[in-house]
Structures are given as C-alpha cells and as structure tokens.
C-alpha cells in the first residue's frame, strides 16, 4: 500500500519496529485555525509529536466536519519528538470542526486539538 511506504523502500519494516516490536506510545497535539481568504475557508496550523525516540515515524491522518460527518482531508508524516506545519490548506468551507485520527487508526497515549 503506497500511503503506508514511509521509507520508500516498499517496505512497512517501521510500522513492525514501532508497534509490535517496539514499545513507545507517543502524544500528538494539534494546534489550527480557519481563516477567510477571498470568501475561501483556509486552514493553517501546526500537529506536534512527543513522548517518543527520535527515530519514531507514524502517519497521522487529518479530519474536518462540515456538519455531516468526518471527512479525511490528508496524512501528516510526523518524525520524533518534531512538529509539522500546515500552512494555507484551501477547503471548499469552513468546518464545525478539525481533528486527528477521528477514525481511532493512531495508538496514542493523548490527542490534543486546540481552536485559535
């Protein structure tokens, strides 16, 4: 499966090492908020990654709700104790809410999401 190829090598040798060889439990927060840009809902914000070695790889999936359910927007590839940002995500709207792994598919031992 493409999306789970972290490492490019066609391998899931990362998710063996992490989850059933390995024993780390990480913590994600993610900060947000949804601005208006042309009549344009866009979305911005920053998904950190802790409690975990610096060799600790997950992809995060992220989720909005117009009002009528979860909706898979993307996956963010979070690295050790780091965080990525996510900068001027167009969306067709603005969404009643914003979250990660709405669909419980990431063990972790806390997810934060946080409204600017």
Request: aromatic letters at 12%.
């Amino acid at each position: 499966m493409p999306s789970m190829d972290i490492d490019k090598n066609g391998k899931m040798d990362w998710f063996f090492d992490e989850w059933v060889y390995g024993t780390e439990l990480p913590s994600y927060k993610m900060t947000y908020s949804v601005t208006n840009a042309n009549g344009k809902a866009v979305l911005s914000g920053k998904i950190e990654q802790s409690g975990v070695s610096d060799n600790f790889v997950m992809l995060v999936p992220i989720y909005v709700d117009y009002g009528k359910g979860w909706t898979y927007l993307g996956t963010a590839s979070l690295y050790g104790n780091k965080a990525v940002e996510m900068k001027g995500i167009q969306l067709p709207a603005e969404p009643k809410k914003v979250t990660l792994a709405a669909m419980n598919e990431v063990l972790a031992e806390k997810i934060e999401v946080v409204k600017q």
